[in-house]
C-alpha cells in the first residue's frame, strides 16, 4: 500500500473512529440525561400540591381475633376542593391492602363487631348519617339504623345485645321557637355564655349517649333510650372528643362516659368533667371522679371489668396540666393515681388481652411520643418503643400491638410492634405513600441539645434543605409553636409542614421552648402568666445558636408561627433588636384585653393570664401584650385569620395588620372568611402554603 492508499486507509480509520466516538458521546449522553432524568424524579422536592396527595391513615382498630387491621384512608381532590374517606383493611402480617368501601361520601367511625363477624361504620350514603355493617370483606353493606337526626358515634356491647350511639338532642330555645310568626328571623339570643366554641356557633342542642337493643339476626335498631335525657350537657366533650370518651363494661351492663355537667359561665370557667356510670339494669348513675376538679376523661374497663382507668388532670381550670393514669377499683370504691412517680402525661390506654393487671399507653418524652406498659400491681412503668418518631394511636391483642405512627419525614402508617424476647421488633404494615414518598428527597432531620440562658438544655430540631450545602449560606426560618403546651414533636403536619419549609431552601429551627411538655411537669408549667419571659429568651437562643454556623445567612432570617406561634411572632415583632426581616403570624393574640373579652374558653384565659384585666392589682401577664410592644415594629409582617375562629377571634389578626400598615411598615392580610383556627380545605391550604413562601421569599432571598 503506497503512501496514498495509507494516508486514505489512516484518514478513514481515524474517521471510523471519529464517528464511532460521536456515537458513542451521543449514546453515553442520552444515558447521562436519562440517567440524570431518573435521579431528577426519584429527587423532586416536596410541594404543597404533592403534599394533598397524600393518604392520610387513622383510626386503627384490630379484629378480634388479632388477625386484621381495620383503618381509614382519606384522599383528597384538589380540583373538587373536598376529600373522601374509605375504609381498607389488611393482614396484621402485612401484605396488600382491600378497599372496603367506595363511595361518593366518607366512612367513619369503622369498628369490628366483638364475634369479629361484621364490621360497622357511619355513613351518609342514605341522605342522613347512619350506622350501616357489611361483611369483613367488604360485602353485604346493609343499614342497621334509622335514628330521627344524625348519628356521630357508637359502639357495640360486649355481649352483642345492645349498642350505644351518640346525637345531638335540641333542648335550648331560639327566637323562632319564642316568636313562630317570624319564622324568617334570622337571629341568637343568648342569656349565658359558651354560645360559641372554637370555631362553630351554639346550635341549641346537645349531644347525648343513648342505648338501643341490637338484634344480631335482624341487624337493625331503632328504639332508644337517651341516658341524659334532659341534661344540658355534652358528651363526649365539645369540641374534639369521639368515641374514646365513653366505653362498655365487659359484661354489658354498665357503660362509663365522659361528662362535664356544667352549663354556661360555670362551663366556660371550669375544666371539670367527670367520668360517669351508668347501670342498664337500675337506671342509676354514679361519677366514680368527684371531688376530682381538672379533667377526667377517656375510661377504658379491665378485661374483668373489676376496675377502670382513665386519664386525670389534678389542677382545675389547666388544660394542660400533667394527664395521670387513674385506676379505679370497682369492689373498694377506691381510686389511685398510677403514674405518681411518672412526670410525663398518658393517654390511648389499653388493656392487654391476656394479662389482666398490663395496661398499654402512649407517653411523651423528649419531644416524641412512645408505647409504654404499666403493671397496676406494682406500679412499674416499662417504656417498649424508642426512636425519634411519634405513635398517636395504639390497639393491642396478643403478644402484638398496631399503632399509627408518624414522624417529620413520614406521614401516619400503621406499624406492628412484636413484644419479642429479648427486644422489642416494629415492622411496618402499611406503605400508603411509598409510591410518592419515593420520588421526592426530604431534608435532614437533625436533634441539638441547646444550652439556655438559665443554663438548661432544651432540644431543638434543626431541618435542612434536601440538597443541602454546607458550603452556601441559607435563610433561616424560626418556627413559633403554638399551644402553648403543646409539644414539637416529630409530627407531620399538612399545613406547617417542616419537610416544605426545607424543600424551599430555608433552614428551619424548631425549638422545644419553655412551656411545651415531654420534658416533665417544671419545664412545661414554666410558661403560665410568663407569656414575655423565660419561653421568649428560649427562642432567641435557639435562633442565635443555629445562625451562627457559617451555612446560615444571620442577615435573612424569619420568625413564624400559628396560634401561641402567633402571639410569638407578635411579641418578637417588638422584641427582637432587628435579628429578623419577616415574619408570618397565623392567629396570634395581639391585644390581651380585647382577646380576654372576645374568646370562649375563660378558663385557659384565667390560668395563662392570671385573670381578667379588669382584677385588682391587674395580673402581671397584660404587660406582655404585644400591642405595647407596636411602637417598635419596623419588620414586614404577614398576617393570616380565619373567620371561625372563635379561639383568637379573627380581629386580634386585623388590629395587628392594621398597626403595621398605619406605621407604614410592609404587610398583608391573608383572610379565609370559611375556615377556623386552622387551615382544612385543600386550595385554601394550597393558596396558604403559596402565599407562606412568596412572603418569605420576598424578603430574605434578595
Known amino acids: ?85 374509605d375504609l381498607y383493611s389488611i393482614p396484621v402480617s402485612g401484605g396488600k391492602p382491600k378497599k372496603l368501601t367506595d363511595t361518593k361520601g366518607s366512612e367513619y367511625n369503622a369498628v369490628w363487631r366483638p364475634d369479629g363477624k361484621k364490621i360497622a361504620y357511619i355513613s351518609a350514603e342514605s341522605g342522613s348519617v347512619q350506622i350501616w355493617e357489611m361483611n369483613p370483606d367488604g360485602s353485604g353493606k346493609k343499614q342497621i339504623s334509622n335514628i330521627e337526626g344524625d348519628i356521630n358515634g357508637f359502639a357495640y356491647s360486649p355481649s352483642m345485645n345492645n349498642l350505644l350511639f351518640i346525637k345531638d338532642v335540641k333542648l335550648d330555645t331560639t327566637v323562632n321557637d319564642l316568636y313562630p310568626d317570624l319564622p324568617k328571623a334570622n337571629a341568637m339570643l343568648f342569656s349565658n355564655l359558651m354560645y360559641r366554641h372554637w370555631d362553630s356557633w351554639t346550635d341549641f342542642s346537645y349531644s347525648h349517649v343513648c342505648v338501643a337493643p341490637y338484634d344480631t339476626v335482624a341487624g337493625k335498631i331503632s328504639q332508644y333510650t337517651d341516658i341524659m335525657k334532659g341534661e344540658r350537657f355534652d358528651s363526649p366533650l365539645t369540641p374534639d372528643g369521639g368515641m374514646e370518651q365513653i366505653a362498655w363494661s365487659p359484661d354489658g351492663k354498665l357503660i362509663a362516659y365522659t361528662c362535664k355537667k356544667l352549663h354556661g359561665k360555670e362551663e366556660a370557667l371550669s375544666t371539670n368533667s367527670d367520668i360517669y356510670i351508668y347501670n342498664l339494669l337500675t337506671k342509676q348513675t354514679t361519677n366514680i371522679s368527684e371531688g376530682m376538679y381538672g379533667y377526667d376523661q377517656d375510661p377504658a374497663f379491665s378485661q374483668d371489668g373489676k376496675k377502670i382507668v382513665w386519664s386525670s388532670m389534678k389542677t382545675a381550670g389547666f388544660e394542660s396540666d400533667k394527664k395521670r393514669i387513674m385506676l379505679y377499683d370497682f369492689a373498694t370504691r377506691q381510686y389511685s393515681d398510677l403514674s405518681e412517680n411518672f412526670d410525663q402525661s398518658s393517654s390511648n390506654f389499653k388493656w392487654d388481652t391476656q394479662n389482666k393487671n398490663i395496661i398499654y399507653f402512649i407517653s411523651g418524652y423528649h419531644a416524641t411520643f412512645q408505647i409504654y406498659s404499666i403493671d397496676i400491681t406494682t406500679k412499674k ?31 401516619t402508617e400503621i406499624f406492628r410492634i412484636d413484644l419479642v424476647v429479648p427486644g422489642i421488633k416494629e415492622t411496618q404494615v402499611t406503605f400508603t405513600n411509598k409510591e410518592i414518598l419515593d420520588e421526592i428527597k426530604l431534608g435532614k432531620v437533625e436533634e441539638r441539645w ?13 431541618i435542612y434543605p ?37 424543600a424551599n431552601d430555608y433552614i428551619v429551627v424548631a425549638p422545644n421552648r419553655r412551656g411545651l411538655p415531654t420534658f416533665g411537669q417544671e419545664w412545661n408549667d414554666e410558661i403560665s402568666q410568663d407569656y414575655g419571659g423565660q419561653n421568649m429568651k428560649d427562642y432567641l437562643t435557639a435562633i442565635d445558636t443555629v445562625s451562627s454556623e457559617p451555612y446560615v445567612d444571620k442577615e435573612h432570617l ?128 394550597v393558596l396558604w402554603q403559596r402565599t407562606f413562601f412568596v412572603w418569605l421569599d420576598k424578603w430574605l432571598k434578595k
Not at 417504656?383 to 391483642?397: F, N, P, V
Not at 441547646?450 to 434543626?462: A, E, G, P, R, S
Not at 419588620?635 to 380581629?651: H, Q, S
Request: proline fraction near 5%.
Open 466 to 502: 434536601p440538597y443541602f450545602d454546607k458550603t452556601k449560606k441559607y435563610p433561616a426560618l424560626l418556627y413559633c409553636q403554638g399551644g402553648p403546651q403543646s409539644s414539637v414533636s416529630q409530627f407531620w403536619s399538612y399545613r406547617w409542614n417542616f419537610q416544605m419549609m426545607a
Open 1 to 85: 500500500m503506497d503512501y496514498f492508499e495509507c494516508a486514505i486507509g489512516i484518514t478513514l480509520k481515524e474517521e471510523i473512529k471519529k464517528t464511532n466516538r460521536k456515537l458513542m458521546k451521543k449514546y453515553f449522553t442520552a444515558i447521562l440525561i436519562f440517567a440524570i432524568s431518573i435521579n431528577l424524579n426519584a429527587q423532586n422536592k416536596l410541594t404543597p400540591e404533592l403534599l394533598w396527595k397524600l393518604g392520610r391513615v387513622s383510626d386503627v382498630q384490630l379484629s378480634p381475633d388479632g388477625k386484621t387491621i381495620l383503618f381509614g384512608i382519606t384522599y383528597y381532590n384538589l380540583e373538587e376542593n373536598k376529600g373522601n374517606r
Open 558 to 685: 424569619g420568625a413564624v408561627g400559628a396560634s401561641y406561634g402567633g402571639y410569638s411572632v407578635y411579641w418578637l415583632a417588638g422584641n427582637h433588636n432587628k435579628r429578623f426581616k419577616a415574619f408570618i403570624a397565623h392567629c396570634g393574640m395581639f391585644d390581651f384585653e380585647s382577646w380576654y373579652g372576645s374568646t370562649e374558653e375563660m378558663w385557659f384565659a384565667n390560668h395563662d393570664l392570671g385573670g381578667a384585666y379588669w382584677k385588682i392589682p391587674k395580673p402581671k401577664s397584660y404587660e406582655f401584650s404585644p400591642n405595647k410592644f407596636v411602637g417598635k415594629w419596623d419588620t414586614p409582617i404577614l398576617v393570616i385569620e380565619g373567620g371561625y375562629d372563635f379561639r383568637i377571634p379573627y380581629t386580634q389578626g386585623m388590629e395587628a395588620f392594621d398597626a403595621a400598615q398605619l406605621q407604614g411598615i410592609p404587610s398583608e392580610f391573608l383572610f379565609f372568611p370559611e375556615e377556623s383556627h386552622f387551615v382544612l380545605k385543600p386550595q385554601n391550604s
Open 381 to 411: 412503668i416499662t417504656q417498649i418503643t424508642k426512636g425519634i418518631h411519634d405513635y398517636t394511636e395504639l390497639s393491642a391483642a396478643g403478644k402484638s400491638l398496631v399503632g399509627a405512627k408518624m414522624s417529620m419525614s413520614l406521614p
Open 450 to 462: 441547646i444550652t439556655t440562658t438559665d443554663n438548661k438544655k432544651m432540644l431543638t430540631w434543626v
